[in-house]
T-cell receptor, first 117, second 113 residues
Framework: GAGVSQTPSNKVTEKGKYVELRCDPI?????LYWYRQSLGQGPEFLIYFQGTGAADDSGLPNDRFFAVRPEGSVSTLKIQRTERGDSAVYLC???????????????FGPGTRLTVL | GNSVTQMEGPVTLSEEAFLTINCTYTATGYPSLFWYVQYPGEGLQLLLK?????DKGSNKGFEATYRKETTSFHLEKGSVQVSDSAVYFCALSDQTGANNLFFGTGTRLTVIP
């Protein structure tokens, strides 16, 4: 079956602009995660959804970042007033369930490379 | 808090050499430990995992043992191949709430023929 997909694969924008990044999780996966990977670093957690609700958004760096998952499937990460420091690869992952379980393996998408000029 | 410290790279080995990539962690509670791999041009893939102390995760000839006494989860492979060239990430999950992953900085491995 299809894996996690993310669009666009690359996004170049100008400082101050608004961007949306989309994630299509594996069908039937209830948990969805967003991570950000800066150059030379490991991914850092941003936000986690269980179903439609953001169960943990403690990793969002500031209020310019927001994410939604209105129907419990596709999620959109929204960044307002982009800054050069937002340039990174944004990764999405999904898992069948969350929490301590044999079914909580996270499957990652290929990422969206965001460049803010 | 939760954190992972990973051996810095890059690492360059000849084919059939022995590989060790060190990983130590700090965690609250009883974390699960993971190694993820990112091949050139591809997304992160789970390589192996261990969910409790003394467990050994293994896959594709790679192994790592969950050592609670030394808070370590070192990755090893007895004989690397050119196709193992990739970036390797050690990660932990504290198995509570969101179950989100905490990653190390990654180690780039290049295997030369």
């Amino acid at each position: 079956g299809a894996g996690v997909s993310q669009t666009p694969s690359n996004k170049v924008t100008e400082k101050g602009k608004y961007v949306e990044l989309r994630c299509d999780p594996i069908s039937g996966h209830t948990a969805l995660y967003w991570y950000r990977q800066s150059l030379g670093q490991g991914p850092e957690f941003l936000i986690y959804f269980q179903g439609t609700g953001a169960a943990d958004d403690s990793g969002l760096p500031n209020d310019r970042f927001f994410a939604v998952r209105p129907e419990g499937s596709v999620s959109t990460l929204k960044i307002q007033r982009t800054e050069r420091g937002d340039s990174a690869v944004y990764l999405c992952a999904s898992s069948l369930v969350s929490g301590p379980s044999s079914y909580n393996e996270q499957f990652f998408g290929p990422g969206t490379r965001l460049t803010v000029l | 808090g939760n954190s992972v410290t990973q051996m810095e790279g890059p690492v360059t080995l000849s084919e059939e050499a022995f590989l060790t990539i060190n990983c130590t962690y700090t965690a609250t509670g009883y974390p699960s430990l993971f190694w993820y791999v990112q091949y050139p041009g591809e997304g992160l893939q789970l390589l192996l995992k261990a969910t409790k102390a003394d467990d050994k995760g293994s896959n594709k000839g790679f192994e790592a043992t969950y050592r609670k006494e030394t808070t370590s989860f070192h990755l090893e492979k007895g004989s690397v191949q050119v196709s193992d060239s990739a970036v390797y990430f050690c990660a932990l999950s504290d198995q509570t709430g969101a179950n989100n992953l905490f990653f190390g900085t990654g180690t780039r491995l290049t295997v030369i023929p």
